[in-house]
């Protein structure tokens, strides 16, 4: 096994709760220095992985291993992680340098390098001004930078964030979103991130696991997991708002893809083919971001039943909770109405392909790198 700090890696670990299995044989390496970001929805097994990687709840099989060493017996303390919870966990009569200090006072460490210590995580978090001020007089934001920062000063090899962030409004959920990215890149840390929420793991991810009913339904870089689902319930689940689906008839293969009929309308889509499509009824995906108004080479008849205006887009949704429901992200002086018939477009290489099982036929699009080397510093 590999030796590496910060290094963590899961060999087909399950977890049962008497008969039932809620963690299905996950395997998953994650890099030293990686942000990794589990999601899924409720239920999924996330929390439950997390919980087991930090220690709070044991192994049914398989092997968990920090730094090329099996640890499944061993206490969370023993592990070198630290974990950061949804509620911010912080004892109320203590100010924000004892709250801070707290683990080092259990390893009972020198007051000078613990002084030390403190003021460099408080000056990393903007909490130095806060020190001697109890939690009940902090906004929610300030309160989870001080669980943070007790977490940070311990200096673990791993970082295990519960969802964090759930119980701020919006505004600081963004703010404290930018400060966590940061912080990421400052420490230089592993960290594994647990939400529900995919706008945070598109935008604070080097890499997303998406899990589904205990199983890793697919992993990932974020543009990957948007531009090339491996399944339509990864598709369904990445991008807000969600996939549009319809189903579609395969009619042709050849070099250029698959050629369905869906609505009436023939369309040969970008995708990798495979002999036995032919006829097959298949799911055809489309994005509500690559919708557009009366143009496109497939065309759909709508009457919206809720238009949402957003001030830079307009949101339309046909057919809303049900299983033909359909929406179109379009620009926010689009001319839509509620009742009002509406033709919405969109065209082949924006689509994707379904098989009956929910396997995605990849789509034949090249995702680049952005050019690094073209900074010049100036």
Do not use: W
């Not at 030293?32 to 992985?49: A, R, W």
């Not at 250029?256 to 995906?285: H, I």
């Not at 057919?319 to 839509?336: K, M, R």
Request: charged fraction near 25%.
């Amino acid at each position: 096994m590999r030796s590496v700090l910060g290094q963590l890696y899961l060999n087909k670990v399950t977890k049962s709760f008497g008969d039932v299995e809620v963690i299905k044989g996950v395997t998953l390496d994650i890099k030293n220095g990686e942000f990794v970001v589990f999601v899924g929805p409720s239920g999924c097994g996330k929390s439950t992985l997390l919980r087991m990687i930090a220690g709070l709840d044991d192994v049914s099989k398989g092997d968990i291993v920090i730094d090329g060493e099996k640890v499944n017996e061993l206490p969370p303390v023993k592990r070198g992680i630290a974990m950061v919870f949804q509620s911010y966990a912080l004892y109320p009569h203590m100010s924000v340098f004892e709250n801070i200090a707290f683990p080092l006072r259990v390893e009972k460490m020198p007051e000078d390098e613990l002084k030390a210590k403190v003021d460099g995580v408080a000056k990393v978090l903007q909490l130095d001004q806060r020190l001697q001020q109890k939690p009940g007089a902090l906004s929610g934001g300030q309160r989870q930078r001080v669980a943070i920062g007790r977490a940070i000063v311990r200096e673990p090899k791993i970082f295990l964030f519960d969802e964090p962030l759930s119980n701020l409004d919006a505004a600081l959920r963004a703010d404290m979103r930018l400060e966590l990215t940061k912080l990421h890149h400052d420490l230089a840390a592993t960290m594994i991130y647990v939400t529900h929420d995919q706008v945070e793991a598109m935008t604070m991810a080097d890499r997303i696991v998406v899990l589904n009913g205990g199983f890793i339904a697919q992993t990932g870089r974020p543009l990957e997991l948007y531009h090339k689902p491996q399944n339509k319930f990864v598709a369904s689940f990445i991008g807000n708002p969600k996939m549009n689906f319809l189903p579609a008839t395969c009619t042709s293969v050849g070099d250029d893809g698959a050629t369905v009929t869906c609505e009436g309308q023939t369309l040969t889509v970008p995708v990798e083919t495979r002999a036995n499509l032919v006829g097959k009824q298949l799911t055809l995906g489309i994005r509500p971001e690559h919708c557009h108004l009366a143009k496109g080479e497939v065309k759909l008849k709508i009457t919206p039943s809720v238009v949402e205006r957003l001030g830079i887009n307009t949101i339309v949704y046909y057919n809303e909770g049900t299983d033909d429901a359909f929406s179109a992200l379009l620009p926010g002086a689009a001319p839509v109405a509620v009742d009002q018939p509406a033709t919405i477009g969109f065209n082949a290489e924006d689509c994707h392909l379904f098989m009956g099982n929910g396997e995605a036929l990849e789509r034949r699009t090249e995702l680049h790198e952005i050019d690094l080397s073209q900074l010049t510093g100036e």
